[in-house]
């Protein structure tokens, strides 16, 4: 038997930066949405756990036995093993969760298998702040490292979108740096439409402080009149929002070539 599931692209509609912790982290308030398109993992039983991977950013994986997919695998006991091919189709360090895409893609894997062990919200937590969003991978609001999970109405599945990425990777750590630390207040309360359209991503001028490029695509995605135009997590991807899958076909077709794009629609 062989199991395929997609780990869905997560973007974040808005991002608010709020207090640092004692930890060191800062408080966040994000809504997360998922398209329905992303990276690609299969799986079969086996002896015992494999990690291959394939696909134009298997590459950007520094040692593919360390990354999520395994790491996730670990943390989940079970019996017998999986053979896990991942097809790398997100870029890496983008702000897309991939990694966290992948891991989430494999416990919903070993869910199908063999149910997932009490605790399992924990488990996830401690691969990445975006796991446990990314299990779920369904429009919600995520509160304090992006863990904690809070129902929002969702009212834009199926809501065309496009992403794009300038191929300049840009990792976290950095921008969090860069951001100038100014509590600039929280999400707006409504429906996810109206928390997308009224709120910000507190990240976003850092990051393009560090990456230039990113100014250049929202620029670019801003000529294709889309109702929303925003960067994702900490970039250096932008998304935008459309009307129909027309206009959003269009705006992709005029993004310059050396760009990564990927059309697809809300979850």
Known sequence: MTLTETAYAKINL????????????????????????????????????????????AGGLDNP?????????????????????????LPVAAGLGGGSADAGAVFRIVEALHGLPDGWQAKAAKLGADVPACVLSRTHIGLGTGTEQLAVEDDLAGTPVLLVNPRVPLST??????????????????????????????????????????????????????????????????????????ARDAAAAAMPSGWWTMAGLLR
């Open 173 to 246: 750590g950095p921008v969090f740096k860069a951001w100038d630390q100014q509590d600039r207040g929280p999400l707006p309360e409504g429906p996810a439409s109206r928390i997308a359209r009224e709120g910000r991503n507190d990240l976003e001028a850092p990051a393009i402080s560090l990456c230039p490029a990113i100014a250049d695509v929202l620029a670019a995605l801003a000529q294709t009149n889309p109702w929303l135009a925003r960067m994702s997590g900490s970039g250096a991807t932008c998304f935008a929002l459309y009307d129909t899958a027309e």
């Open 65 to 89: 036995f360390d990354n999520l997919v395994a790491r996730a695998l670990t943390a989940l006991l079970r019996s017998g093993g999986l053979a896990v091919t991942l097809e790398k189709n």
């Open 14 to 57: 808005a991002l608010h930066v709020r207090r640092r912790r004692e930890d060191g982290y800062h408080e966040l308030e994000t809504l997360f949405a998922f398209v329905d398109a992303g990276d690609v993992l299969t799986a079969k039983p086996a002896a015992q756990d494999s990690v291959t991977t394939l696909g134009e950013f």
